[in-house]
């Protein structure tokens, strides 16, 4: 039976919802010298609004999640995107650093967690086929916030204040993710049914039960190690090629090159994943990260940071996506949000423990090379944890049906 072509709306609207709310959010750093200059307000401070943020975030994920399995998806990003652009708007008029702090970290990363595992769980639900090609499109219109929305508000910081510029983003936020949230539903009943061929759990297994079973405890500890794999040199490899006598300018540049080679591998493996496998194709992508985290421990040049980087971005950006798929063909359609919201959760852990370990080894030793070893140590470790997932039992009544 063919599948609905309203499904590739789906994809679009989640792709260009996702791209406005994390360019809205890592606008932050682009407004930091600003801010600081206009308000007095220390830079770790300020940072620490962004900290607070990625907390929310991971902590959230899972309430948006059961949410949307509840309630579906149209509601819930609905009031994700009515909160967060008031977040917005209230962080442009805080009097303060503290209520910066608690507008921006807790208002802003809460709410903006509505647009990951509930629209996440929504695109794999409307695809039957081509489901790593889907998820990865929308993971690829997040990844394009660096390139459109930073740009964005580099120009308009021209122009304008700290605070003009976060109320501007309000609105654009505002303008972008309401109206693309009601076009948002819920998959047609065929997508509940277990995926054809997939080892699939009963469709009456309890929440709590998915939560405590072995493929999801695997997952959630493989995300865990992946992100803590690439969130230190994500964060710290500018400061390591400053090091490495790189101007600042050209040392940023490097996220640039990691960014647009994501945005390419986010593409690249779901078309893989779709192909092999995205068990076979996570875990080749989880030891290949390993070893590109381990390449920045030999750069020196810039020209050696680009050709790492293109590597290291092309991978982790690319398997990222895959999580989505195997959730979806390991748990019932009816949870998967709340499944996906725990996975945010342990993957927003991992985001939080990189930057704080390059942070305590370079003050051990005076330099990062000891981050890198220890990521890549990581990177192994998730590897390695990937390759004893193995899916729910098939049930008796199902393999007998194949037989048939």
Not at 374 to 379: I, Y
Request: one cysteine or more; hydrophobic letters at 55%; a neutral charge.
């Amino acid at each position: 039976m063919a599948e609905p072509s309203y499904r590739w709306v789906i994809v679009v609207a989640g792709g260009l919802m996702g791209c406005a709310a994390m360019g809205a959010l890592f606008a932050l750093p682009v407004l930091l010298n600003d801010m600081a200059e206009g308000t007095g307000w220390s830079r770790t401070g300020i940072s620490a609004a962004m900290t607070l943020a990625f907390l929310a975030m991971a902590g959230c994920g899972m309430v948006w999640g059961a949410l949307s399995d509840r309630f579906g998806p149209r509601p819930v990003v609905l009031a994700g995107a009515i909160l967060f652009s008031a977040s917005l708007w209230g962080a442009s008029l805080a009097p303060s650093l503290i209520v910066f702090q608690l507008v921006f970290g807790l208002g802003a990363g809460g709410s903006v967690a509505a647009f990951f595992a509930p629209v996440m769980a929504n695109v794999t639900g409307w695809f039957q086929t081509r489901r790593g090609l889907a998820v990865s499109l929308v993971s690829a219109g997040m990844g394009l916030a660096p390139v459109t929305m930073s740009p964005l508000v580099a120009q308009l910081q021209e122009g304008h204040d700290w605070r003009a510029v976060m109320g501007i983003l309000a609105l654009v936020v505002a303008g972008v993710t309401l109206p693309l949230s009601l076009t948002l539903r819920r998959p047609p009943a065929a997508a509940y049914a277990a995926p054809a061929g997939s080892d699939s759990p009963p469709e009456d297994m309890a929440v709590s039960k998915a939560l405590l079973s072995p493929p999801f405890l695997i997952l959630l500890a493989v995300n865990f190690f992946c992100c803590a794999t690439h969130s230190g040199p994500i964060f710290h490899t500018v400061s390591y090629a400053e090091l490495c006598g790189i101007s600042a300018i050209a040392a940023v540049t490097i996220y640039s090159v990691e960014g647009i080679a994501g945005m390419g591998g986010r593409i690249g493996f779901g078309l893989m994943g779709d192909r092999f496998g995205a068990k076979r194709v996570l875990a080749t992508g989880l030891f290949a990260q390993a070893i590109a985290v381990a390449g920045y421990f030999f750069a020196r040049d810039l020209w050696q940071f680009y050709a790492i980087a293109v590597i290291f971005g092309f991978v982790y950006g690319g398997i990222m996506p895959l999580y989505s798929v195997l959730v979806r063909e390991n748990f019932p359609m009816r949870m998967l949000g709340t499944i996906m919201g725990g996975l945010g959760l342990a993957g927003g852990l991992g985001m939080a423990t990189g930057p704080v370990l390059g942070g305590m080894i370079f003050d051990l030793t005076g330099q990062y090379g000891g981050l890198y070893l220890t990521c890549m140590g990581l990177g192994v470790a998730a590897g390695a944890i990937m390759l004893t997932f193995r899916g729910h039992p098939r049930q008796p009544d199902e393999m007998l049906a194949q037989a048939a």
